[in-house]
């Protein structure tokens, strides 16, 4: 019940936000939870770190905008075309990828990932450099004109939303029992007749689907698609926003990629603050170092709160519940 009312509450945060922060930022953020998301049913419920996410998410975006530019300016089309393309190459990969374990199956995939950025690199399609530009957002059913902010917000809502839910049926499956076991002790889920590798292949191919779900809605959103969402620095940025938020919870990522994305695009605005406030100029150039905060706050958690913020909240409960018990019993 009190999850329940916890996810209501999250979901009418989320409907009323357009009405207080900037639009496309809540769409870009929405998108980065979906990622996030996306990557913490590969680390956090099956144990597969992988360094080669980017080329779902950057690929997807890369597909759906020539889609879209090119052959039909439909964001249905454009959406599906991107996530199915996702889908093959999670299938490539983790075919590749799952013979191997550990830092071994990590560095394949950043292999693979990596191979796929430089493809990007060179291909006419993407722009290179320059980037993919001028992707039109389109009409739904030529009734929804996503052109309009709001009506594009709930759209890209609607769709992490559903991802969400696709997550937590998949997670509280007896499918994604198997995926804990596997996490926990594998040679053991082998001994009791499991086909580890086809569980852990579906896992890598749905969490690659759903990162490039994520890709295609950001660059329907934005406009255009680059060679950030394909380096391997963003395959690095979903492994902090996952560790900061709690991996093997569902609202982890949530939480991670929450406070990342409001450092990467608002830090500035904080430091001035900060500044105003208390009077020390150095806030000032606060904007200038996001990559030093939010690795100071990695540290923070790792040091202060190794199972995340979420994780850390949830095991306070448990922790609380059970001297409540114990008192009871005395």
Same mark, same amino acid.
């Given at each position: 019940?009190?999850?329940?009312?916890?996810?209501?509450?999250?979901?009418?945060?989320?409907?009323?936000?357009?009405?207080?922060?900037?639009?496309?930022?809540?769409m870009?953020?929405?998108?980065?939870?979906?990622?996030?998301?996306?990557?913490?049913?590969?680390?956090?419920?099956?144990? &597969?770190?992988?360094?080669?996410?980017?080329?779902?998410?950057?690929?997807?975006?890369?597909?759906?905008?020539?889609?879209?530019?090119?052959?039909?300016?439909?964001?249905?089309?454009g959406i599906?075309?991107?996530?199915?393309?996702?889908?093959? !190459?999670?299938?490539?990969?983790?075919?590749?990828?799952?013979?191997?374990?550990?830092?071994?199956?990590?560095?394949?995939?950043?292999?693979?990932?990596?191979?796929?950025?430089?493809?990007? &690199?060179?291909?006419?399609?993407?722009?290179?450099?320059?980037?993919?530009?001028?992707?039109?957002?389109?009409?739904?059913?030529?009734?929804?004109?996503?052109?309009?902010?709001?009506?594009?917000?709930?759209?890209?809502?609607?769709?992490?939303?559903?991802?969400f839910?696709?997550?937590?049926?998949?997670v509280?499956?007896?499918?994604?029992?198997?995926?804990?076991?596997?996490?926990?002790?594998?040679?053991?889920?082998?001994?009791? /007749?499991?086909?580890?590798?086809?569980?852990?292949?579906?896992?890598?191919?749905?969490?690659?689907?759903?990162?490039?779900?994520a890709?295609?809605?950001?660059?329907?959103?934005? /406009?255009?698609?680059?060679?950030?969402?394909?380096?391997?620095?963003?395959?690095?940025?979903?492994?902090?926003?996952?560790?900061?938020? /709690?991996?093997?919870?569902?609202?982890?990522?949530?939480? /991670?990629?929450?406070?990342?994305? !409001? &450092?990467?695009?608002?830090?500035?605005?904080?430091?001035?603050?900060?500044?105003?406030?208390?009077?020390?100029?150095?806030?000032?150039?606060?904007?200038?170092?996001?990559?030093?905060?939010?690795?100071?706050?990695?540290?923070?958690?790792?040091?202060?709160?190794?199972?995340?913020?979420?994780?850390?909240?949830?095991?306070?409960?448990?922790?609380?519940k059970?001297?409540?018990?114990?008192?009871?019993?005395?």
């Open positions: 019940m009190n999850k329940t009312i916890g996810y209501g509450l999250l979901l009418l945060l989320a409907l009323a936000a357009p009405y207080v922060v900037y639009p496309v930022f809540m870009k953020l929405l998108c980065f939870i979906l990622f996030a998301c996306a990557f913490n049913l590969l680390l956090g419920y099956t144990g &597969l770190l992988s360094f080669g996410h980017a080329a779902f998410l950057g690929g997807a975006g890369y597909i759906t905008g020539w889609v879209m530019t090119q052959v039909i300016p439909d964001p249905v089309i599906l075309a991107g996530t199915a393309f996702a889908t093959v !190459i999670g299938v490539i990969m983790g075919y590749i990828a799952i013979r191997r374990q550990g830092i071994y199956f990590a560095m394949i995939t950043l292999a693979l990932a990596q191979m796929f950025f430089f493809i990007a &690199l060179q291909a006419k399609f993407t722009g290179g450099e320059d980037g993919l530009q001028g992707v039109p957002r389109g009409m739904i059913a030529g009734i929804l004109d996503l052109g309009n902010d709001f009506v594009m917000y709930y759209v890209v809502l609607a769709i992490v939303v559903a991802s839910i696709l997550i937590y049926r998949t509280h499956s007896p499918y994604g029992q198997i995926l804990t076991a596997i996490k926990e002790n594998e040679p053991r889920t082998i001994s009791l /007749g499991y086909d580890v590798d086809r569980f852990k292949l579906l896992a890598f191919t749905l969490s690659a689907a759903l990162a490039g779900l890709g295609a809605t950001k660059t329907v959103v934005l /406009g255009f698609a680059t060679l950030t969402d394909v380096h391997w620095s963003m395959s690095g940025l979903v492994i902090l926003m996952t560790l900061i938020g /709690g991996m093997g919870t569902l609202l982890g990522p949530v939480v /991670g990629a929450t406070i990342v994305v !409001i &450092l990467e695009n608002r830090l500035g605005n904080i430091g001035n603050f900060l500044a105003d406030v208390s009077g020390v100029s150095w806030f000032n150039s606060l904007g200038e170092q996001v990559n030093l905060v939010i690795g100071f706050i990695f540290v923070i958690c790792v040091m202060l709160f190794r199972r995340g913020i979420v994780g850390e909240y949830i095991a306070l409960v448990q922790r609380l059970m001297a409540s018990v114990g008192k009871k019993k005395t």
